[in-house]
């Protein structure tokens, strides 16, 4: 694995085959006036560039039941926000399949509590096995509604690998979460060994009384990320 990242490095190609969806991340000052065409269509045409000039692989099919390839690996999963400035941040994240496969929800009753938040945690890590390429990178979105919980669990694998959320009772839980998956054994490539998890980052939201919804987004050690500040 280290050699293998290592000539990606040097020889300027990917390191997996599987090149990934497209996922960006939109932050968008409220001052900023997009001119010409769509936000949405310009970002479509750079992922288009992108896959095309970098010689990666085509990986969207139009429709997931058809299975048809589109060809150029658009269109790209969006996300955007509001923020106040002037000035517009795009990160994009591609995210593989092997990973993104294993990732997981569930709508777990508040009795639960954060026994339940770490049962399925380790147990959609388990059920993972070697499949996401392990050593991995969790992340973990807990509360809001299902849909945002699915966010903020994809938001936090944009964390810097190991820097801890800035509050310190979630901090402590990310410590003793990644203590919980490396005890597991599954190790790098699923052979065994210590270190399952590179981190564990988890991200919390405001929730409904009657709800306690939990998100595990696995990434793999490759844990892609670019952005730019326009």
């Not at 699915?150 to 509050?167: D, F, M």
């Amino acid at each position: 694995m280290i050699i293998n990242a290592e000539i990606a490095s040097s020889e300027k190609v990917p390191m997996c085959q599987d090149t990934g969806y497209a996922v960006v991340f939109v932050e968008l000052g409220q001052d900023v006036h997009i001119e010409g065409s769509l936000l949405e269509d310009a970002i479509n045409e750079g992922v288009r560039r992108g896959y095309s000039e970098g010689y990666l692989r085509n990986s969207i099919v139009g429709n997931p039941l058809e299975r048809v390839n589109t060809g150029d690996n658009t269109p790209a999963v969006i996300h955007l926000k509001l923020v106040p400035g002037d000035q517009m941040k795009i990160i994009i994240a591609p995210k593989g399949s092997g990973t993104e496969n294993m990732s997981a929800i569930k709508m777990l009753k508040p009795a639960e509590g954060i026994e339940g938040v770490k049962k399925f945690i380790l147990d959609t890590i388990k059920a993972a096995g070697p499949n996401p390429c392990p050593p991995i990178i969790v992340g973990v979105g807990i509360g809001g509604t299902m849909e945002k919980a699915a966010l903020i669990a994809k938001e936090a694998l944009l964390r810097p690998v190991g820097v801890l959320n800035p509050r310190p009772d979630i901090a402590k839980l990310e410590s003793e979460f990644l203590n919980d998956v490396n005890a597991l054994g599954i190790g790098p490539q699923g052979l065994g060994g210590i270190n399952t998890a590179l981190a564990v980052h988890v991200e919390i939201y405001p929730t409904h009384i009657a709800s306690l919804p939990v998100a595990v987004n696995i990434n793999c050690h490759a844990s892609r990320h670019r952005e730019a500040i326009l």
